[in-house]
């Protein structure tokens, strides 16, 4: 069981055997009558009414759908997350699509403002991070340029993302990277 911030200290998402289920602030299970998740931004959501054939998939509660977002574009597609991931819920369970809810939190708008200066530097900027570390600035990667060649080209800043995805705990689409190397 691993219990992580969902974007705001009044939510948490647990996960189990990979599909993560929205906890509210109180610990409770979230129910129908409660808001859909509204973060991470760049996740899709999904509610069963009735139960589903695969003991895999919870039913009555809002779990995310991470293998549509990484197989899908769930995460920032609307029409996969609310059409396409929908009718494969009620397919794949078995049940009537009208039993299935989908919630799209849209993918964080790209930041703008990003610094032209110093020539060969590499920037990072983030939505939200679990480590201490500027969120929604631009901050520079001294690391990335010092040990991963992330200021001599721009491929090797871009490629940065990934890492910082993983150190932050959050999806790839809530890190941007800029490089001003030639």
């Known amino acids: 069981v691993k219990i992580s911030r969902a974007g705001s200290s009044s939510s948490r998402m647990l996960s189990r055997g990979g599909i993560v289920i929205f906890m ?22 999904v509610w069963l009414a009735d139960s589903c054939s695969h003991p895999s998939v919870r039913s009555r509660i809002w779990f995310r759908d991470q293998w549509g977002e990484a197989n899908v574009a769930a995460g920032t597609d609307r029409g996969a997350c609310e059409q396409q991931r929908r009718n494969g819920y009620a397919l ?18 790209s930041p703008t403002g990003a610094p032209a200066t110093p020539p ?63």
Do not use: I
Not at 93 to 107: A, D, I, K, Q, R
Not at 141 to 167: F, I, K, P, V
């Open 120 to 182: 060969n530097s590499c920037y990072v900027y983030v939505t939200a991070c679990a480590q201490n570390m500027g969120v929604r600035t631009w901050v520079r990667d001294t690391w990335g340029e010092e040990n991963a060649m992330a200021s001599n080209s721009r491929a090797a800043c871009e490629q940065r993302q990934a890492a910082y995805a993983g150190w932050c705990q959050v999806l790839s689409s809530s890190v941007t990277m800029h490089s001003n190397a030639p």
């Open 24 to 45: 509210t602030a109180m610990g409770k299970v979230a129910t129908r009558g409660t808001t859909a998740p509204t973060a991470p931004a760049g996740s899709c959501f």
């Open 92 to 109: 794949f369970c078995g049940v009537s699509p009208s039993s299935v809810t989908t919630h799209f939190n849209p993918p964080a708008a």
